[in-house]
DNA sequence: CGGTTTTCTCAAACCGCTTTGAGGCTGACG
DNA sequence: CGTCAGCCTCAAAGCGGTTTGAGAAAACCG
């Protein structure tokens, strides 16, 4: 592997010279720096990271947890973002490095990869309310971006979507369709973005003016499972007049709904309305489902050329203030949304 | 952050000795040893790890590649492996660096990777027959493990579980019970594993007189659906006479083939027994299937700490023929196999 | 044409650690 | 007491880059 050493005597130059001309400064003469550069290319040329992290104090490479729950399963929707992520660091010739985590100790494992000495930044997802990490890491000068938004106007980098939105759309388009009994199975209670839709959700249901009586905002795993037990519990009506409409966090839950509204025989969209947030998940598709599914549509993919870009500004030097992004989600009406059901017009009582 | 030269100059001794008594070398006395180790601790020194790197040629980093398919989605079973790898390593003082693929060059990614110059090896998995990048990896002298076992005896590092005796473990215990009509649905057929359970297979068949006519070999992805949809091909009876027992790949086929047993109104073990391989993916359990599953059972994370080790030993310059390991699955009877059907004990007739 | 900028290039220091080769000190032995 | 191991320690040379301060060459000026 050639060395800058290599390329200086190769052309009778400095190693200086060379470092300059490969690094653009201004100083080296442009037809010197032509020749650097195809000498570099010819000599297959790569700058050992290490040498540079020694000199720069930099490594080119960020870290990201991997959050393990008890069953040594990891969330789902994190690989796809992984996969993503990975490949747009890459082509920003940044490195990702993982570790996996099982502990309670939100920040710990943050520390144990600082440990490590070899990290230049991270990576954070899945925000809580009041999430200690971006503090810790503020504390130890560490760069990082956030998937998600944790809080209105935090101080740090961040890329994420308007969670009350997605939720008030949603109410939005199924009020204008006459439903009143809309009922909400939302992500699980203690991530911020689920506190984000709940808030978004019984605001848009006030603006409406109907009611949202206990026991219809629930919150789950995001999984097929959670979406059936649910709707079966709702749509049996032993909990009272059955919703009209169900809003769901994710599309597997909503694979789920539609489950149970078929094995207790409703149809869609003529019983019931459904309509789900859509991550955009790989092999999941909401446009197939039976019926095709009403969604709002924000692919968890999309935020990762974004964050990616973010942490390379971050990294030199950009106030992490100014590297703020929220997308809105955009409305996707299919089939599985229609007008309420004759006769079940009526709002549930406010308690 | 304390450097060596800050304990050298505490202490009154030479960095050189202070690097040896931090790292165990035999030429230091005892006394000077305790004398630099309490000073290091003291003054919180922690080696810098670039600087560790550039010295001694090592980045401390190995690499392992994510083959993406055309939907963007990766292989469930991949991110089991990688997540319990990851923790694997980091134990071992590796940590791994992530690359995506989608392309069709095999060896591309690699070299790609090797490019950026920062790995000291990789983590290979999913051999197919005559993969083409143990070649490529030994050419270029960077060390590596295969998660998997492509050939009999190849000349490199793996661990992988003997797929024959998968495969034979299971036709033996059916044809203890009297099955002759056994079916496989195997996995993809490009991989290396399928092909040693299809051979597994026939071998086994063979030696108990079974025949096994085209058709009732089947392949496919490791999906529910897969099961599904083969099981109703065969147990309609549409091809021939009903297999009174089918091998599944995974788990995921297997409960596939559950439900169109149940679709069809059969019983298990009553007229059909299920039997898979089971990889122990989180958040799968076999022993609730209805009816428990009968599996040949080998945690596919079993691989990850012996696969962790052989790669630090042969980063330590171990021979890496010698790092060899051959699993074999553990056979777990349960509620899904039974004895033959009265009058199903007819095999098939011989094309 | 001499003097002053500007432009380009260089040698050398440095990052923090490992490793080599040499030398000083100790004690045992003859 | 002289000598020779053996034990300990040291200075110094890398590892492969970046960055500084200075100097040489070229361009500009009156």
Same mark, same amino acid.
């Given at each position: 592997?050639?060395?800058?050493?290599?390329?200086?005597?190769?052309?009778?130059?400095?190693?200086?010279?060379?470092?300059?001309?490969?690094?653009?400064?201004?100083?080296?003469?442009? =037809?010197?720096?032509?020749?650097?550069?195809?000498?570099?290319?010819?000599?297959?040329?790569?700058?050992?990271?290490?040498?540079? =992290?020694?000199?720069?104090?930099?490594?080119?490479?960020?870290?990201?947890?991997?959050?393990?729950?008890?069953?040594?399963?990891?969330?789902?929707?994190?690989?796809?973002?992984?996969?993503?992520?990975?490949?747009?660091?890459?082509?920003?010739?940044?490195?990702?490095?993982?570790?996996?985590?099982?502990?309670?100790?939100?920040?710990?494992?943050?520390?144990? $990869?600082?440990? =490590?000495?070899?990290?230049?930044?991270? !990576?954070?997802?899945?925000? !809580?309310?009041?999430?200690?990490?971006?503090?810790?890491?503020?504390?130890?000068?560490?760069?990082?971006?956030?998937?998600?938004?944790?809080?209105?106007?935090?101080?740090?980098?961040?890329?994420?979507?308007?969670?009350?939105? !997605?939720?008030?759309?949603?109410?939005?388009?199924?009020?204008?369709?006459?439903?009143?009994?809309?009922?909400?199975?939302?992500?699980?209670? =203690?991530?911020?973005?689920?506190?984000?839709?709940?808030?978004?959700?019984?605001?848009?249901?006030?603006?409406?003016?109907?009611?949202?009586?206990?026991?219809?905002?629930?919150?789950?795993?995001?999984?097929?499972?959670?979406?059936?037990?649910?709707?079966?519990?709702?749509?049996?009506?032993?909990?009272?007049?059955?919703?009209?409409?169900?809003?769901?966090?994710?599309?597997?839950?909503?694979?789920?709904?539609?489950?149970?509204?078929?094995?207790?025989?409703?149809? $869609?969209?003529?019983?019931?309305?459904?309509?789900?947030?859509?991550?955009?998940?790989?092999?999941?598709?909401?446009?197939?489902?039976?019926?095709?599914?009403?969604?709002?549509?924000?692919?968890?993919?999309?935020?990762?050329?974004?964050?990616?870009?973010?942490?390379?500004?971050?990294?030199?030097?950009?106030?992490?203030?100014?590297?703020?992004?929220?997308?809105?989600?955009?409305?996707?009406?299919?089939?599985?949304?229609?007008?309420?059901?004759?006769?079940?017009?009526?709002?549930?009582?406010?308690?």
């Amino acid at each position: 592997m050639a060395t800058l050493k290599d390329i200086s005597t190769e052309l009778g130059l400095s190693v200086a010279t060379v470092s300059r001309a490969l690094n653009g400064f201004p100083e080296v003469g442009a =037809r010197t720096r032509a020749r650097v550069q195809e000498a570099a290319t010819r000599l297959g040329y790569r700058p050992n990271r290490s040498a540079q =992290r020694l000199a720069t104090g930099r490594s080119g490479v960020v870290g990201m947890i991997v959050k393990l729950r008890a069953d040594m399963s990891a969330d789902q929707t994190f690989f796809d973002v992984l996969t993503t992520l990975t490949a747009e660091l890459a082509a920003r010739d940044l490195d990702l490095v993982l570790s996996v985590d099982q502990g309670n100790d939100p920040v710990a494992p943050y520390e144990r $990869m600082l440990e =490590r000495d070899l990290l230049d930044g991270f !990576v954070l997802n899945a925000p !809580v309310p009041n999430d200690p990490r971006p503090g810790f890491l503020r504390a130890r000068g560490v760069p990082f971006v956030m998937h998600g938004q944790a809080h209105a106007a935090p101080d740090y980098a961040f890329f994420g979507i308007d969670n009350r939105a !997605v939720c008030a759309d949603a109410v939005e388009l199924l009020a204008s369709l006459g439903h009143a009994r809309i009922a909400l199975i939302n992500g699980e209670a =203690r991530f911020a973005f689920a506190e984000d839709r709940e808030q978004g959700f019984r605001a848009a249901m006030a603006v409406e003016g109907l009611a949202v009586p206990d026991g219809f905002v629930a919150g789950g795993a995001p999984t097929e499972s959670t979406g059936y037990t649910q709707a079966l519990a709702w749509l049996s009506g032993r909990a009272g007049p059955r919703p009209t409409a169900i809003l769901c966090a994710t599309t597997p839950v909503a694979q789920g709904v539609l489950r149970a509204a078929r094995d207790l025989g409703l149809s $869609m969209p003529g019983d019931l309305s459904v309509i789900a947030h859509d991550d955009a998940l790989p092999g999941i598709r909401p446009a197939h489902f039976n019926p095709a599914l009403t969604v709002t549509h924000a692919p968890l993919r999309d935020a990762c050329a974004p964050l990616a870009q973010m942490l390379v500004d971050h990294l030199n030097g950009a106030p992490p203030a100014r590297l703020q992004t929220v997308n809105r989600a955009g409305l996707i009406v299919r089939a599985s949304t229609g007008p309420v059901p004759k006769g079940e017009e009526r709002p549930w009582q406010t308690p």
